[in-house]
Nanobody, 124 residues
Framework: QVQLVESGGGLVQAGGSLRLSCAASGSRFSINAMGWYRQAPGKQRELVASITGGRSTNYADFVKGRFTISRDNAENTVYLQMNSLKPEDTAVYYC??????????????????WGQGTQVTVSS
């Protein structure tokens, strides 16, 4: 089994910064793409940013220039540095990982995993 554990959420004033972390743990797996999604009350979950194993990145237009996604492949961890936060960034942020389960050292299946979510609240 693979688990994603997030940390780093909290309350911050508008214009402030937060850094989210998401660490994957388990056995016999390799990570393909990783990403961050968010869901505000009454709204659908939406993609914030994603990063491939080769570190190619993709950002939603509403965070371009403010958020930066990165990953540490050795630590199976993805980060989201959030700067210039706005009240509309308030949401539960979820980590996502596209994971290959390994069997005898080779990919045998591919599964989407989600973290438990971490609350980010930006006050005006």
């Amino acid at each position: 089994q693979v688990q994603l554990v997030e940390s780093g959420g909290g309350l911050v004033q508008a214009g402030g910064s937060l850094r989210l972390s998401c660490a994957a743990s388990g056995s016999r797996f390799s990570i393909n793409a990783m990403g961050w999604y968010r869901q505000a009350p009454g709204k659908q979950r939406e993609l914030v940013a994603s990063i491939t194993g080769g570190r190619s990145t993709n950002y939603a237009d509403f965070v371009k220039g403010r958020f930066t996604i990165s990953r540490d492949n050795a630590e199976n961890t993805v980060y989201l540095q959030m700067n210039s936060l706005k009240p509309e960034d308030t949401a539960v942020y979820y980590c996502n990982a596209d994971i290959s389960r390994l069997r005898l050292g080779v990919p045998a299946s591919r599964v989407d995993y989600w973290g438990q979510g971490t609350q980010v609240t930006v006050s005006s």
